[in-house]
């Protein structure tokens, strides 16, 4: 399944319409199959990245449930979300090292530089924000991983600058 | 050239995929076809081959070369040397993790030698993309048989016949699953597969899928064949897209093929199979719970009976095996139930896949039979822990599943053996830990991650997991209380009998086995507030510092050192332990062992810088003293001058107190000067730090020996209102051979007492020593400097068990010291009453005893003399309390020594304390200061009944330190030792000081784990 | 892809075809011939003389031999050379091959049984 990240792709996003269309011809198929819902949500979730409301709304609709049902669904499952991930996936570690170097300092400033907390997404699609356990960096500690990119010795005022270049890449883009 | 000579195999497992596989492969093609090889090599991305350390791995047939860690980097240079030249390229072998050995071909691996693989027949050796290849190797033969040879009813009763249970945990008995299911009346039956392979650890069932996804579709085949369905479902998390997209390419070949569908292979049996996935719910791996998923709702178990077999997906009865069981299905038809049943035991037949994780050399999948020990898989085939850790736990099962300590590395790894050490087989995660885990907060992991998975339908496993976490949160931040684990177990045994599902019934589990295993670990945090593994944070300052047995801070006075105020550093450590310039030159520092800076490079040479600081002192430093007439007045005894009773006194004097110290012998210093040769430890060292202590006013009386001199009921009725017990383990242990009592046999302590002590130890000729503790290893150096022509040292085990310090090891090697492993003594021969030798046996390893090694034990080979003219016996030491304690009702320990609180050193008698060597039997100076000190602490509480230690107060970090600046670069350095032929006939010291230079950058090179960031 | 498999007789077929292809990734056979490839047998030719001796092998219809290369025999005066381990272990050694002697060694010794005396080369 692809991880519906539509937004990379070259040239001009699909608008809600279009990737509603979309959802909608995957409505065709699995209509009045049994134990549909799930698939269902999981090809939507590719589509559009995360679950709107507009497409739960439209599920629930064709595959004949409440919308309630749906949404208990939707929330049972980690698997998905209902506010788009993020582009760029920072994991601050605590594991003990981090921790006692102050990790947990560095994702308090994580969090106010992104105004969000552990688990969200900024508003503008850009980061999402997690904690993980040891990379294995504890020589180094703290250490952060944005994307697949480990950071050591993180101090809480280079957290900005950490972040620069990824704003600045997306600016460049809009650009 | 058109035939193809050579496969080249590369592992595209999931693991080895994430380390660069594909990119592998896809150089690999275009080197060979660079070097126009593309028609006489083939190269093949298989599935999982199970060393997923040493990934990405390939091997090439036809000679079976295995190589690891390659990078894209690496392919021209195969192609041209090994395709082209046919010479494997070396450095890219795989190594044995013990040394640099390359072990060329994949048959001679000890990861491979000993596994058995049945349901990994095909990973690894196939293209799982392409059903011929699955084909070559029987593939769908076992339907084919099942379907025109066989009636539903005798493929059952081959299942049942094989022994085979459940693989995915609870290991109920497949063939009788399949049997119920086909009795089981409805109008459509559905066959399952669970995939949802949730817990951490454990990835066979992703391995089989992406590395062989058609024997599971020929299984499932067969099982609907067996059970009367038409339609299958496989269940597969949504964390797998791999195995996902593989499964999806084998089911639609095995369509294509007519392997699926209606009237498969020209027979009247019809069945066809979807995948579905999961969306994150760990729950939704219990069977309930699974099908309501695929029914398309919350997935929320539900109370049985009814039985899946009976009432299942959509009320259906319905059949469900995990990936594992099924795997090993298609042989179990194809070559029968008793040829299956012939590997493992009794009650557990077959294989079992697990998945080998944590502190182990080679992690990855293995496949064994049922029944191998815990220590074969962890040693023979996992190749043992890195960095000569010691084992201390396997945690098997997951979640749901617990802990195996070392004492129990020899039982067979069946259901049955797992299920009475309170763990289970569950889905065959077996996680290995070393000293580095603390199992508390293990407990708290695996409880952390069933809180964050239940689903929250019934309430002890929704609300009593979370009481328990609760309890495990605040043991971990050390504010654990007594009764604590009482309430634990209380807990645990409520929701293991009322939760509504397996995932609930079993979630105390981890918690449970380790509070069996490990209770004294639990009782370290609530009672000491430590952690002795050094994991939870708020217990530990820094690893070096928790890791010493006297607390001494270590990144103080080392980074102290770095700034040359060496009498402030010197300060700081006698905060903690008075012997600083002794422990400079004879501590085990265990501090180094913990020392973080090993995971950059190598750990700081701590007892290094701490040497050179001590050779800084010029006059020695009095520690503060806090006066107290009070308590001056009042009449403690310390009994033993030993680095036990040595520190018990100095702790007592900063309190204020006036101890008496009765040492038996004419000096005082216990083992330091009795048992420690001179050449490690110089006399005025220790004399002058014990000077320093009798200048804090304490009295030390030697030539008082308990027993004979004085006794304890005599001092109380002298007045003393508390009396520390320090006295060690001074009597050695007798070898309880014959000839033991001849002229020429010593033992040991009383050899080097003789010497140390008296000055007098004629030896010469041939000197054997038997044992491989300090104490054998000091023998036999003083030995050869006192004039003996060899010595040689006997141990029963292997040279890497013995329990001397390895640095003195190889000191006494390179002085000329023989070291004879594997060879225990049998008889002492003796001739004109004399000594004259040895006669010996070779031992080979046997399996695991309960200290977690390998049990020696005789070869078949005769036994052999090894001559000698003077033996020293050094293998172990004893108290022997009945000469004093006799009629006082002191309680004694299991092994003999006195029973004494770690935490205050109180004994079974209120006045009496103890520590040290006395109570816990031969053991560290370091650790016998930390008892000493412990002990004072315990003696004014009891006097006073109020704690004054004021040394205990952390003082926060004295050198600033940049936590922006990089590491210092320089390597570990070196000790500088006299050399050799210099050493012969002296006793002058071995070990030499840093020059400050080397000391200065060595104390730099300290990470400043105690520096915190301002809160 | 093929076709669907009708019958279990097939899809026998299907596999002892299958398993020829992958005959390579087995044990090795009672007979292994090393084709030495060091820069100096790969000048003289040895990348010749191992695709004849596949191509010869493959004529005659032998099964049970290991086709190996391996690196310089260290006589390279006597290149290209390949060596033989029979299935009783013992090592023959042949040298300055060419197509004609490839085939008449595959003839004689590895079908017939019999050194072919003239090849060998004698140490």
């Known amino acids: 399944m692809e991880s519906g990240c539509c937004s990379c792709e070259k040239g001009r996003e699909p608008t809600e319409q279009e990737l509603l269309a979309r959802l909608d011809e995957v409505l065709d198929d699995y209509a009045g199959k049994a134990g549909a819902l799930i698939p269902v949500l999981q090809i939507a979730q590719g589509l559009f990245g995360y679950l709107p409301e507009t497409a739960l709304k439209r599920i629930a609709e064709r595959l004949g449930k409440s919308y309630s049902e749906v949404a208990g669904v939707v929330g049972f499952y980690s698997f998905f979300t209902t506010v788009p991930r993020g582009r760029h996936l920072i994991r601050v570690c605590l594991g003990t090292a981090c921790y006692v170097r102050g990790g947990k300092q560095v994702l308090d400033t994580f969090k106010s530089e992104l105004k969000i907390d552990v688990g969200e997404t900024t508003p503008d699609r850009l980061f999402t924000l997690e904690v993980a356990r040891c990379f294995g960096a504890c020589g180094l500690a703290p250490a952060i991983m944005i994307d697949e990119d480990v950071h050591h010795r993180v101090k809480p005022v280079k957290v900005r600058e950490l972040l620069a270049p990824y704003r600045a890449d997306a600016k460049a883009e809009v650009a | 050239m058109d035939k193809v000579r050579s496969h080249f195999l590369v592992c595209a497992g999931g693991g080895c995929v994430a380390s660069g596989a594909l990119e592998f492969a896809a150089a690999l093609r275009s080197a060979i076809d660079k070097q126009g090889l593309a028609e006489e090599i083939k190269v093949v991305e298989t599935g999982c081959l199970g060393p997923c350390a040493a990934g990405p791995v390939a091997v090439v047939y036809p000679d079976g070369t295995f190589y690891q860690k390659l990078k894209a980097a690496d392919a021209a240079e195969i192609v041209e040397q090994h395709l082209l030249k046919g010479r494997p390229v070396e450095r890219l072998l795989y190594k044995k993790p013990a040394g640099d050995e390359a072990v060329p071909a994949l048959g001679k691996l000890s990861f491979f030698k000993d596994q058995v693989k049945i349901v990994l027949r095909n990973c690894g050796l196939i293209d799982p993309t392409r059903i011929e290849e699955y084909l070559a190797r029987d593939g769908y033969l076992a339907l084919a048989k099942a379907l025109t040879e066989m009636t539903p009813e005798q493929v059952i009763e081959e299942v049942k016949k094989s022994g085979i249970r459940g ?90 093929r007519g392997l699926l569908g209606a009237k498969i292979l020209g027979t009247d049996f019809s069945f066809d199979l979807e995948i579905r996935m999961g969306s994150g719910a760990f729950v939704c791996g219990e069977e309930t719970a699974l099908m309501t998923s695929i029914e398309g709702n919350r997935g929320e178990p539900r109370p049985r009976p009814p039985f899946p077999a009976v009432k299942g997906l959509w009320g259906m009865p319905s059949l469900l095996n995990n990936v594992e069981t099924y795997a090993a299905i298609p042989m179990i038809i194809l070559k029968g139930g008793d040829w299956y049943a012939s590997y493992g035991t009794e009650k557990s037949k077959g294989t079992k896949v697990f998945a080998l994780a944590g502190a182990v050399n080679n992690t990855g999948l293995v496949e064994v039979p049922i029944g191998m020990s815990l220590g074969e898989i962890v040693y023979d085939v996992g190749g043992g822990i890195p960095g000569g850790k010691k084992f201390k736990a396997a945690q098997v099962g997951g979640p749901s599943g617990g802990c195996i300590p070392r004492e129990h590395l020899n039982v067979p790894m069946d259901y049955e053996t797992l299920q009475e050490l309170g763990a289970i087989m569950g889905s065959g995660g077996l996680i290995v830990m070393d000293e580095d885990a603390c199992m508390v907060d293990v407990a708290r992991f695996f409880l952390e991650f069933v809180q964050d998975e239940s689903c929250g339908k019934c309430v002890p496993c929704r609300i009593g997991t979370k009481r328990m976490l609760e309890i495990l949160e605040r043991i971990c931040r050390g504010e654990g209380v007594e009764g604590d684990v009482e309430r634990l177990v209380a807990l645990g045994n409520r929701i293991k009998d009322t939760a509504l599902c397996g995932l609930g019934q079993s979630a105390p589990n981890p918690v449970l086995s380790t509070i069996r295993h490990f209770r004294h670990e639990y009782d370290a945090h609530i009672r000491a507030k430590r952690c002795v593994a050094g994991v939870c944070p708020e217990l530990v300052r820094a690893p070096c510092q928790n890791a010493c047995p006297a607390g001494v801070d270590v990144p103080g006075y080392v980074s102290l050192t770095g700034e040359k105020r060496y009498a402030e550093a010197l300060r700081l450590h006698r905060e903690r332990n008075p012997l600083t310039a002794v422990c400079a030159r004879v501590c085990f520092h265990t501090c180094e062992d913990k020392c973080r800076r090993s995971t950059l490079d190598a750990p700081v040479s701590i007892r290094g810088v701490k040497r050179y600081l001590a050779d800084q002192e010029v006059t020695v430093q009095l520690p503060e003293v806090r006066d107290n007439p009070e308590n001056a007045a009042r009449k403690i005894a310390v009994i033993g001058a030993g680095p036990a009773g040595l520190s018990c006194a100095y702790f007592l004097a900063r309190l204020g107190y006036r101890p008496t110290v009765f040492e038996a012998e004419p000096k005082p210093g216990g083992m330091l000067v009795q048992a420690i040769p001179a050449y490690r430890l110089p006399r005025e ?201 006799d009629g006082l009702g002191l309680k004694l320990t299991r092994q003999g020594y006195v029973e004494a609180d770690p935490l205050t050193g109180a004994t079974s008698i209120p006045w009496l304390f103890a520590g040290g060597d006395a109570a816990v039997g031969p053991s560290s100076v370091a650790e016998a200061v930390g008892a000493g000190e412990r002990a004072a602490v315990g003696i004014d509480r009891f006097l006073t009944g109020e704690m004054h230690a004021f040394w205990r107060a952390e003082a926060p970090a004295a050198v600033p330190f940049d936590p922006n600046a990089d590491p210092a670069p320089f390597p570990r350095a070196p000790m500088r030792m006299l050399p050799v032929e210099r050493r012969k006939g002296t006793f002058q010291e071995v070990e030499l000081t840093f020059t400050e230079g080397a000391a200065l950058q060595e104390a730099r090179r300290c990470l400043r784990c105690d520096y915190r960031e301002c809160k | 892809m093929g076709d669907k498999i009708q019958s279990v007789a097939e899809l026998k077929a299907l596999a002892a075809k299958a398993r020829e292809e992958l005959e390579i990734r087995g044990a090795p056979k009672a007979t292994v011939i090393n084709v030495h490839m060091g820069t100096c047998g790969i000048a003289a030719g040895a990348r010749d003389v191992l695709a004849c001796l596949a191509a010869e092998l493959e004529a005659a219809g032998v099964r049970d031999v290991t086709l190996r290369q391996s690196g310089c025999a260290g006589l390279c005066s006597q290149e290209p050379m390949l060596t033989l381990t029979d299935k009783n272990g013992t090592q023959f050694r042949y040298g300055k091959l060419d197509s004609a002697r490839v085939r008449e060694i595959v003839r004689e010794h590895v079908v017939g049984g019999t050194a072919v005396a003239n090849y060998l080369i004698r140490l």
Request: net charge neutral; hydrophobic share 40%; with cysteine.
């Open chain 2, 685 to 885: 060292i220790v004399e002058r730090e014990v000077r320093m202590i009798e200048r804090l006013g304490v009295d030390i009386q030697t030539g008082q020996r308990l027993g004979r001199d004085f006794t304890l009921p005599g001092l109380r009725q002298q007045g003393y209102e508390a009396v520390f017990l320090g006295v060690g383990a001074p009597k050695g242990a007798r070898l309880g051979i014959p000839g033991e009592q001849a002229e020429g046999v010593a033992e040991a302590l009383t050899f080097l007492k003789r010497y140390n002590l008296g000055g007098a130890g004629r030896v010469g000729g041939r000197v054997v020593v038997i044992g491989g503790g300090n104490a054998a290893i000091d023998a036999a150096r003083t030995a050869l400097r006192l004039g003996a022509d060899t010595v040689t040292v006997l141990y029963r085990r292997t040279r890497g068990e013995m329990p001397a310090y390895g640095e003195e090891i190889e000191e006494a090697e390179r002085e000329g010291v023989t070291i004879r492993e594997l060879v225990a003594p049998e008889e002492i021969l003796v001739r004109d009453g004399k000594v004259a030798g040895v006669r010996s046996r070779k031992m080979v390893l046997g399996p695991y005893d309960r200290s977690g090694r390998r049990r020696p034990q005789p070869a078949e080979e005769a036994p052999f003399v090894v001559e000698a003219d003077q033996v020293i016996a050094a293998i172990g030491q004893v108290l022997e309390p009945s000469e004093f304690v």
């Open chain 2, 167 to 256: 693989r995915g945990g609870a290991g109920f008995p497949t063939g009788l699953k399949w049997a119920f299911a086909r009795k089981a009346q409805g109008p459509r039956k559905y066959v399952l597969c669970n995939a949802d392979e949730g817990d951490p650890g454990a990835f066979m069932d992703r391995s089989v899928l992406e590395g062989d996804p058609h024997s599971v579709i020929e299984a499932m085949a067969i099982a609907a064949y067996a059970v009367g369905a038409a339609q299958g479902f496989v269940y597969v998390r949504a964390e797998y897209p791999l195995a996902v997209k593989r499964l999806g390419i084998a089911i639609d070949q095995a369509r294509q």
